[in-house]
């Protein structure tokens, strides 16, 4: 767990709440802790219902198939360098502008409130971070707000024949199907892009309002995020 809490989450739907549990794990850097939880989570994948679970079978069968190196390499090259393919949600609402900024701060605030603690080596917009909160708070609906994006990443997966895909097509099975809004969001981020505006960011961490704060820092650059390990 990336949380620290002092509280038990609240009462909800046991095979949605493992579900993102797994699903938090499956998208975190294949290192030797993730493989060699692999039988854990075959155990977790065959408890979910179909729609749910069998596409993170058929994930956990590419890792068990496929050498370390090459997965990844493979983690690497389909997240670090392609912006379709951004684990960072904020990215595909506010791209490279202050407010993405603004909105990683309200995404740590909703944490702190919930009673859940984030480590200080993450971004609280990474995928794998969000789902595990919905995990850990039995609660979806960061995941909601950002179903767009989503859904633009389980597309992009999709069309570059990415292994993750099963993943997303997992997370996107504990959703609700796409609203009209939801699609037409979905089509404009896929014409159009996020919005871009290639300047320094506040610290996520600190209210943006204070003079005093130090120099303005980039956030990293979600075309080449580094692999969480």
Known sequence: ???ATKRRPPATDPHTVRAWQVQSL????PDDGLLGRLPLLDRAA???PDDVGAPLVRFLGHLRATPPHELAADYVAT????KRCCLFLTYYAHGDTRKRGQAL???KQTYTAAGLRLSDDELPDHLSVVLEFASASGDGTLLREHRAGLELLRLALTDADSPWAHVLDSVSATLPPLAG???EAVARLA???PPEEQVGLAPFGAPPSQPSQPSPVFLPD???????R
């Open 181 to 183: 809004d939801q699609r």
């Open 1 to 3: 767990m990336r949380f």
């Open 222 to 228: 979600p075309a080449m995020p580094r692999g969480r």
């Open 79 to 82: 997240f670090d360098h392609r």
């Open 46 to 48: 065959a408890t979910l």
């Open 191 to 193: 014409a159009e892009g």
């Open 105 to 107: 701060l309200n995404l």
């Open 26 to 29: 499956l998208l975190g850097y």
